[in-house]
């Protein structure tokens, strides 16, 4: 994503908001923003890191569908990332499991997203909050950037309102999407 574009989307999610003098979080309760924060905390400790094993280890074969790279480029990444991605994932934690019980963990974490999430049209009802700034970034991840792997697939298949709150974001938030992921 264009340096540029990531700036605008803080500035719209954090910044814009207070010199505006909006809270983001006016509507929440106390109770509400710790479950988020913890939601937040979950996704950025678990789910970050598994969408990092998943595409630079067992899924890099997908690299070239959601990196433009050029050829030479592309194939220098898939021997050498994930080599040093297996290193910083023993470092955090989440490496010294076996693959088949780091997925477990993952996709028990998203079916607890999935859960707080509910029927709700936002985190934490009708309208976003910062929290929705934040796990919107790391569940569009796995709803667009995971090709074929099991987070995707439990997204697709089971979890669907955590694809359709996504969707609700983007249409919400990033109407010019589809022409930011333009290959080049």
Known sequence: MPKQRIEKFLTFCFLHPRKLGKDLWSNATVEERSIARSLRIMLEEHLYWGIVQWRFIQGVHTLDEIIALPGLQL??????????????????????????????????????????????????????????????????????????SPYEALIYEELLNIKQYCVRMKTAFWSDWDSLLVKG
Do not use: H
Request: glycine content about 8%; aromatic content about 10%; proline content about 5%.
């Open 75 to 148: 194939q220098l990444a898939k021997l050498v990332l994930p080599r040093k991605i297996k290193k910083v994932l023993l470092a955090q934690g989440l490496g010294r499991y076996p693959y088949e019980d780091m997925v477990r963990v993952l996709c028990e974490d998203l079916r607890d997203v999935s859960n707080l999430l509910g029927n709700n049209k936002f985190f934490l009802g009708d309208e976003p909050t910062e929290a929705d700034a934040a796990l919107f970034g790391f569940l569009a991840e796995v709803v667009w950037g995971c090709p074929e």
